[in-house]
């Protein structure tokens, strides 16, 4: 996993401390870039001279990215970084480059106190001169929040699902024709309608997004405060959490990877609305004549869980005897314990792994031209909401079964993919910023 560290926010604040710490940590593939590097001569002395400050910059942006370029493990950027123009540049080539950008910020009690610092920091700043930086701090809001995959594997996934895509176009005759309908309209080929190059912003690494924040407004900095003030939140940032690739989502705007989080912390992390209505749009016109039948796929269900729903409000309670557990290709993984009940039931199983709470949770693999990554999380609710009415009225849909994959055609384009061994995933938690 490469990471982008950047050391936040004032002079002798215990950001060298922290520089320290993590240059230890990394010590086999790290990079300290610092602008104030640039005014220590050869004798270790310090010079500054405020008419070079734009060069020194300029000397520490071509360092960071001459170590990307040499897929340095962490990049650290230890400049002061206190407001976002200044660590756009950063960002950007993170972005480029697919590194993960994680703030680091100190947690010692005089870290704003210009009195304190003053008096601690080696490079005789005035007061003035700190009191100014002080005024000028904003928190660097992220777009988002979410869970990030490195290169390595999200490449893997990306292509796990443009292969499944492929061969539920050859498996379900009525799924191509629907999708070859589309594609003829958005004028390319149905092989290529689902594909991360038709996404606005196309990014090296994907990710699961577990709060989204937005542009900055009066409200979006509400909505982060309240989120990044939750301490568990906080102190996850940075951290590994593991999930699983279940299955993936095909429709006619988008291809996702659906997950599923065997840590029970991970799901104090989320904060997307499971219930969120989709949006309609027409779909194809299906001639469900077509649609060729094939032998139902039928498991061993004697263990499966049976759990609550959390599709309404789902809270924790100390002392609940409820537990609520997922089934994992026939391997219950504790995700939750102590859910408070509903008063709906569903059963859990291959062909239903997930629902309610953090159901949306999925890896957007790829777009038709026109879609935005958005609407995965959205064509995901619709569907779990159509596999669980096939299930509950015993509806009988084209089916196909292979080693590695049960496939299930639900028309209008729409098919789900159930992974018999699902793909376990290492993700960091951290924000993405523009």
Known sequence: MFSWL??????????STIVKHLTKLYSKSVVVCSADNYFIDSEGNYNFNINRIGEAHRVCQQRTEEACKNNVLAVIVDNTNIRTDECKHYFQKASNYGYV????????????????????????????????RLR????????YFGLFLNQEQSNYIIQEAYDYYQQALQTFYQLKKDLEYVSRDKNISVHNLLNRANMNVQTKILHCTMKYIGKITDQSRKDYTNYAANRLISHTLGKMCRAYVVGFVITPRTLGARLLFPDRHTWALWDQDDNEIPKKESPPQVDTRDNK???????????????????????VNDDSNSTMVRSVAGEDVLLVDNVSRSNTTEQVSFLHPTFGYLSRAHLTCGVAPGSSAAQTGQDIIEMIQKESDTIQRNIPIPESNDERTVMKYFGNGQCIVYLKEPMPVETIFSGCFH
């Open 6 to 15: 950047l050391p936040s926010v004032f002079m002798q604040n215990g950001k």
């Open 101 to 132: 950008v994680i703030i680091v910020e100190p947690r010692t009690d005089w870290k704003r106190d210009a009195n304190t610092l003053m008096n601690r920091n080696v490079h005789q700043v005035p007061i003035e001169v700190i009191e100014g």
């Open 136 to 143: 000028q701090y904003n928190p660097l809001i992220p777009f």
């Open 293 to 315: 039948k094939t032998r139902p796929y039928r498991r061993n269900n004697n263990n499966r869980s049976r759990v609550t729903t959390t599709t309404d409000n789902l809270t």
